[in-house]
């Protein structure tokens, strides 16, 4: 049973629009939760992240929403670019998970279109 | 400045042979840990490590085995390749995870015939 979830496998946006990607957890245990973004042939590498505290992060042309109620996490990227293509993983950790390891869901892939 | 390396990047095994996926970080981690890639699963935590010496189990660890002699490598031995272990592996290491101080390798793709 999946933990995080990430209910779109892939999206389209064209270039200078808002993307959107979504993520639901099921674990209220969760308090901290991450952003990470992989190109192929490379590992994935940090984005931005939330602390459970907050509801809102905000970095550059990212920010990163958390709904608690609604166990729900989205990361806005604006404006989007063609550089932004890749595949977005969101992670979560918690106070029960094994060392504070990441508990990561499926991936959303991104495709800015020029 | 080479962060984490994982060799090798690709390998073809066949079922029932064993091989060890070396994982190497020169910044002095605490924390590393080994996850598989699989299409639609996300990456999934096999085995990880919080310290020299202190290994536990994932969520996946059924088939592989690991150690921490030193805080630079952690390889990660499959004992009896099976097909299922098919997939990209990949290798983090961080001081603390929940920041996202986690750094990736660049992955091993493993093929099991």
């Known amino acids: 049973d999946q933990q995080v979830k990430q209910n779109s496998p892939s999206l389209s946006v064209q270039e200078g629009r808002i993307s959107i990607l979504n993520c639901d957890y099921t674990n209220s245990m969760f308090d901290y939760f991450l952003w990470y973004k992989k190109y192929p042939a490379e590992g994935p590498t940090f984005l931005i992240s939330?602390?459970?505290?907050?509801d809102k992060n905000e970095d550059g042309r990212f920010t990163v929403f958390l709904n608690k109620s609604a166990k729900h996490l989205s990361l806005h990227i604006v404006p989007s670019q063609p550089g932004d293509s890749a595949v977005y993983f969101c992670?979560?950790?918690?106070?029960?998970?094994?060392?504070?390891?990441?508990?990561f869901g499926g991936g959303t892939r991104l495709m800015v279109k020029p | 400045n080479a962060g984490v390396t994982q060799t090798p990047k690709f390998q073809v095994l066949k079922t029932g042979q064993s091989m060890t996926l070396q994982c190497a970080q020169d910044?002095?981690?605490?924390?590393m840990s080994w996850y598989r890639q699989d299409p639609g699963m996300g990456l999934r935590l096999i085995h990880y490590s919080v310290g020299a010496g202190i290994t536990d189990q994932g969520e996946v660890p059924n088939g592989y085995n690991v150690s921490r002699s030193t805080t630079e490598d952690f390889p990660l031995r499959l004992l009896s390749a099976a097909p299922s272990q098919t997939s990209v592996y990949f290798c983090?290491?961080?001081?603390?995870?929940?920041?996202?101080?986690?750094?990736f390798g660049d992955g091993t793709r493993l093929s099991i015939l």
């Open positions: 939330i602390s459970s505290i907050k």
């Open positions: 992670a979560a950790s918690g106070p029960d998970n094994a060392g504070n390891m990441l508990t």
């Open positions: 983090a290491s961080g001081s603390d995870f929940r920041t996202g101080s986690q750094h």
């Open positions: 910044m002095n981690h605490e924390y």
